[in-house]
Every structure is written in structure tokens, then in C-alpha cells.
């Protein structure tokens, strides 16, 4: 299982839009805020689109609205972001192995061949704009995809061994295995693990039946 969560700088895309008022209708004041920095902030209208008074009367006329412009802010949004990458690893391998003794205490083994390893992995992201003013942060909510595939590569193994008894003994050794880059898409999301370099180093006891 691999996971990040961190804020991280991405470009923020900006849209203004611009609506006219209908015929004889003054427009709505905007709430005035004063934060506890003594900066200010306009809380946007959110009623209803028409006049208490007259509600035959539209407030806003939504069809005469006109885009002014858009723009990229670059690093201009501060995004907390949530990602989680479970994954499972099954791995086979086919392939000789040489045993050399030395004396009746002493043996080493080196093993060489195929190896096969499937890889099965379950992406989830979650985002959400922190650096706003808004009275509800932008956000996606949480999404989760689901991938697997195949990589073939190859492996090296070396192991020692120390015989305790003619039954029992005790073991130490390294395995290196080849593979490739594991990337996983999630929308527009993309998470890499890199299989190309693999390490495995085991110990134990053995005993003989």
C-alpha cells in the first residue's frame, strides 16, 4: 500500500461571466464581511431570481448573460489531495538452481530463470481547493479505479545455508528480479510504481522430513 496526502500548487482556471439586470430592477446589495484579518469579503447573492414584491418580475436576466473572459492563473490554487494506492503481488518464477556443499556444515545455492508477477491495484483520490473565499470549497469527490496486468522479467537468487543437524538448518539468502513500470490511470490522475529494480532478502529454518 502506497499513500500521499499533501498540498501541492496547481494552476486554477478562471471564468467571469457577467448577467444584466431585467428592465427596472436595481441590483441586489452584496452581504459585507469583515474576516478577523480586518480584510473584506462580499458574500454573493443566493436568494431567490425574482422581486418580493412582485414575483412576475424576473431579479437577473439569465439569458442576456455573457462570458467577459478566462483566464490560467498558473499556481494559483492550493489543492489538499488525498491518494491511496492498495495493491496486490503474486509472483512465480521457473528456473535451475546449482547446490554447492562445502563440507557437511556449509552449502550454497544460486538459482537462475523466468519470473512471471501479477500485479492488481485499486487507485483512490480524493481533492479539494483550499485557498478560496468561497462559502463551499470546490471539490471531487472520491474516486476509486481498479487495474491489473502481467510483466515477465527474469531473477537471480543466492542462498546460504548452515546444517545444524543432519535435520535441521538455517538459512539466509537475496533474490533479484527484473520487471517493468506499473502505472495506474485515475481520470486524469496517474500513479507509476517502478518493478524494474526488485529485491527480496529471506531467512529462516528448514527442517527435513
Not at 469579503?41 to 462570458?67: C, F, M, Q
Not at 492498495?86 to 554447492?100: D, E, H, I, K, Q
Not at 523466468?114 to 483550499?130: D, K, M
Amino acid at each position: 500500500d502506497s499513500r500521499f496526502n499533501d498540498s501541492i500548487e496547481a494552476d486554477l482556471y478562471v471564468q467571469t461571466f457577467e448577467h444584466t439586470m431585467a428592465d427596472g430592477v436595481d441590483v441586489p446589495e452584496l452581504v459585507e464581511v469583515v474576516n478577523d484579518d480586518e480584510s473584506i469579503t462580499y458574500i454573493p447573492y443566493t436568494g431567490a431570481k425574482v422581486h418580493e414584491e412582485d414575483a412576475d418580475v424576473d431579479r437577473i436576466n439569465w439569458l442576456t448573460s455573457e462570458e467577459m473572459n478566462e483566464q490560467i492563473l498558473e499556481g494559483g490554487a492550493i489543492v489538499d489531495t488525498r491518494n491511496d494506492l492498495r495493491s496486490s503481488m503474486y509472483n512465480f518464477r521457473a528456473g535451475p538452481t546449482y547446490a554447492v556443499e562445502m563440507g557437511k556444515a556449509f552449502a550454497f545455492q544460486v538459482g537462475a530463470g523466468v519470473s512471471a508477477q501479477y500485479v492488481n491495484g485499486r487507485f483512490s483520490t480524493f481533492e479539494i481547493l483550499s485557498n478560496t473565499s468561497a462559502m463551499e470549497a470546490a471539490r471531487r469527490p472520491m474516486v476509486t479505479s481498479e487495474e491489473a496486468e502481467w510483466q515477465v522479467g527474469g531473477y537471480l537468487d543466492a542462498s546460504a545455508y548452515y546444517n545444524l543437524t543432519e535435520r535441521i538448518s538455517m538459512f539466509s539468502g537475496m533474490q533479484v528480479q527484473s520487471g517493468s513500470s506499473y502505472s495506474q490511470n485515475n481520470e486524469e490522475r496517474m500513479a507509476t510504481v517502478d518493478f524494474s529494480s526488485q529485491v527480496y532478502v529471506h531467512a529462516g529454518m528448514g527442517v527435513k522430513f
